[in-house]
C-alpha cells in the first residue's frame, strides 16, 4: 500500500491555512437548525492541519482558534479551547500514522478524534452543570469524519502539481 | 548515553508538554470564567474579533430570501397581500379597543392612586445566529451596547416572549432563550390569576411551571402571560400555553408542562424592550444597614427582656 503522504505536493501556503480557518468559522457561524447534528468544521479543519502540517499548525493554534470559538459563541471561556488542544495534540501525535491509511482509513481516525473532542465538551458542560443534550450529539462528529474525504480533496487543491491551473 | 537531539532537529517542547500547558490554560480559564467573571473584557474582545464573520455568515440567507423574494408569483403576492390586509382589520380593531381600554385604565389607575405605568421603548433586532452550543439555547442579535441594549432586558418576537439579554457587546448581544434550563420567568395564568414561574426545560424546548400544589388549578390550554411581578419582565406579554398537567397522588407538585408561544426557535427578527423605566429603585444600601441596626437593636431588647418574661415562650 502507498501511504497517500507520498504524492509529492507543492509546499503549503501560508494564506491557504488561514483562508480555510476562515472558511471554517465562517460556516460554523451560519444560522444552522440543530447544531447537534451539523459538524464542526472549525475542527475538521484543524485535524486536518495538524495532520499534515504537523509543523506549522498544533496547539497553540487549537487553542487560539478554541478562545475565538468560545467567546463567539458566548460558551464558558475555554471550554472548545480545552477540546481543541486535546484535538490538536491527538491529531499530530497520530499523524505518521494517520497518513498511511488510505481516506477511507484516515476518516475513521479522524471520527474517533473528533468523538474524543466532543466528549472533551461533554465533560466540560456537565461540570458546569448542563444538562447532557441526547444522543444526536455524536452525529456531528461522525458526519464530520465522513466529510474527511471532501476537506482532503479541497484543501490540497492548492498544492497538487497538475498541468491545468488550481481551481481555487 | 544522551538522548537529546543536535540543536538543528529541535521542535520545542514535547507534545504532551504543550498539551499539558495548554490544557491548564483551558481549565483555568474555565474556573475564572465560571466562578469569577474576570475575563469578560477578554471575551469582549474577542467577540468583535469574530463579529466580522458572523455578521458574513448570515449573507447566504439574506442572498436566499432575496433570490426567493424574486421569483415569489404574482398570486402569491396577491395571496399574501389579501391575508395581511385582513390581519391589519382584525389588528385594528384590536388596537382601537386597546386605546379604548389604556385610558380608561389609565384613568382608574388615577383614581385609585397607583403609579403612572411607564411607555416600554422598544428596539428592534435581527437574530444574527444560534451560539454553536447545544446545551445553551442561546442565540445573537445583532445590537449591542453601541445601540442602547441592556443587560437583562426582556426580548420578544410578534407572538410572545423569546428570552432575555443576557451579555451585551459593543456590536451584538447574546439571548439566553425561554427554553435554557437555567431561565426563568414569572407567569400568571389568563383565566384565573394564578402566579407561577416557568422554568425552561432544555432540550424538549419546552417549559415547566415547578412548585405548584397537586391540586393547583390548571388545565390544558391555559395561556400563560408574564406577571410583571419581577420588574424586569412588563406584564401581559403572551409567554406560553399549557400542554400537559401531569398529578401524581405521590408527589406533593404537580408536573406543569408548556409549549412557548414565540418562536423561540425559529423566525429571524425580534423585539429588545428596554425595560429600566419601569423597574423599582434597588433597595438602597443604607436600607439594608438599617433594616440590619434594627434587627440588632430588637435582638438586643430581647435580650434585655428575656429574664424578666421568661415563661412567656411556654405559653
Given at each position: 500500500m502507498i501511504p497517500s503522504s507520498s504524492q509529492i505536493l507543492m509546499p503549503v501556503r501560508m494564506s491557504t491555512i488561514i483562508g480555510s480557518f476562515v472558511l471554517a468559522l465562517f460556516l460554523n457561524y451560519?444560522?444552522?437548525?440543530?447544531?447537534?447534528?451539523?459538524?464542526?468544521f472549525v475542527a475538521l479543519v484543524l485535524a486536518f492541519w495538524c495532520v499534515r502540517q504537523p509543523r506549522l499548525v498544533g496547539l497553540g493554534v487549537g487553542w487560539s482558534l478554541g478562545l475565538l470559538a468560545d467567546a463567539g459563541n458566548g460558551v464558558l471561556l475555554g471550554q472548545h479551547a480545552l477540546a481543541y488542544s486535546l484535538l490538536a495534540f491527538l491529531s499530530v501525535w497520530l499523524s505518521r500514522r494517520i497518513l498511511w491509511f488510505g481516506t477511507m482509513l484516515q476518516s475513521l481516525h479522524i471520527a474517533l478524534i473528533l468523538l474524543v473532542t466532543q466528549a472533551a465538551v461533554l465533560v466540560v458542560r456537565l461540570g458546569a452543570g448542563d444538562a447532557f443534550p441526547g444522543w444526536p450529539l455524536v452525529v456531528g462528529p461522525l458526519g464530520g469524519a465522513l466529510l474527511w474525504p471532501v476537506v482532503t480533496w479541497l484543501l490540497l487543491l492548492p498544492q497538487r502539481r497538475n498541468d491545468r491551473e488550481p481551481a481555487i | 548515553m544522551d538522548h537529546t537531539p543536535p540543536p538543528f532537529f529541535k521542535r520545542g517542547p514535547a507534545p504532551l508538554v504543550r498539551l499539558f500547558f495548554f490544557a491548564s490554560l483551558s481549565v483555568a480559564l474555565l474556573v475564572i470564567d465560571a466562578?469569577?467573571?474576570?475575563v469578560d473584557g477578554l471575551r469582549t474582545w474577542l467577540a468583535l474579533a469574530a463579529y466580522p464573520i458572523q455578521r458574513a455568515a448570515t449573507w447566504p440567507i439574506d442572498v436566499a430570501t432575496t433570490i426567493g423574494g424574486y421569483f415569489s408569483t404574482q398570486a402569491n403576492l396577491i395571496q399574501e397581500n389579501e391575508r395581511l390586509r385582513a390581519q391589519v382589520l382584525a389588528n385594528m380593531q384590536d388596537a382601537q379597543r386597546y386605546h379604548a381600554l389604556q385610558t380608561e385604565t389609565a384613568e382608574l389607575k388615577r383614581l385609585i392612586g397607583a403609579a403612572e405605568k411607564s411607555e416600554v421603548q422598544t428596539t428592534p433586532a435581527e437574530i444574527?445566529?444560534?451560539?454553536?452550543?447545544?446545551?445553551a439555547h442561546k442565540v445573537f442579535i445583532d445590537r449591542g451596547s453601541v445601540h442602547g441594549i441592556r443587560p437583562g432586558s426582556p426580548v420578544t418576537d410578534d407572538t410572545g416572549v423569546v428570552g432575555q439579554v443576557t451579555r451585551v457587546h459593543a456590536l451584538l448581544s447574546e439571548v439566553t432563550l425561554l427554553?435554557?434550563?437555567d431561565q426563568a420567568i414569572p407567569v400568571e395564568v389568563v383565566r384565573n390569576g394564578l402566579r407561577a414561574v416557568a422554568f425552561g426545560g432544555g432540550v424538549s424546548g419546552m417549559l415547566e411551571l415547578r412548585y405548584?400544589?397537586?391540586?393547583?388549578?390548571v388545565q390544558n390550554g391555559d395561556k400563560l402571560v408574564t406577571s410583571g411581578i419581577d420588574g424586569t419582565y412588563p406584564p401581559g406579554l403572551a409567554v406560553a400555553t399549557v400542554v400537559r398537567v401531569e398529578r401524581d397522588l405521590e408527589r406533593s407538585f404537580a408536573r406543569v408542562i408548556c409549549q412557548p408561544l414565540a418562536g423561540i426557535d425559529r423566525g429571524r427578527y425580534v423585539l429588545v424592550l428596554n425595560n429600566e423605566a419601569g423597574r423599582p429603585p434597588r433597595p438602597e444600601e443604607t436600607q439594608a444597614k438599617e433594616r440590619r441596626a434594627d434587627k440588632t437593636r430588637r435582638s438586643k431588647a430581647r435580650d434585655k427582656q428575656g429574664p424578666e418574661k421568661g415563661g412567656d415562650d411556654s405559653q
Open positions: 451560519l444560522p444552522w437548525r440543530d447544531l447537534r447534528l451539523v459538524p464542526d | 466562578r469569577f467573571r474576570y444574527l445566529y444560534l451560539a454553536r452550543d447545544p446545551y427554553s435554557n434550563p405548584m400544589g397537586a391540586n393547583v388549578e
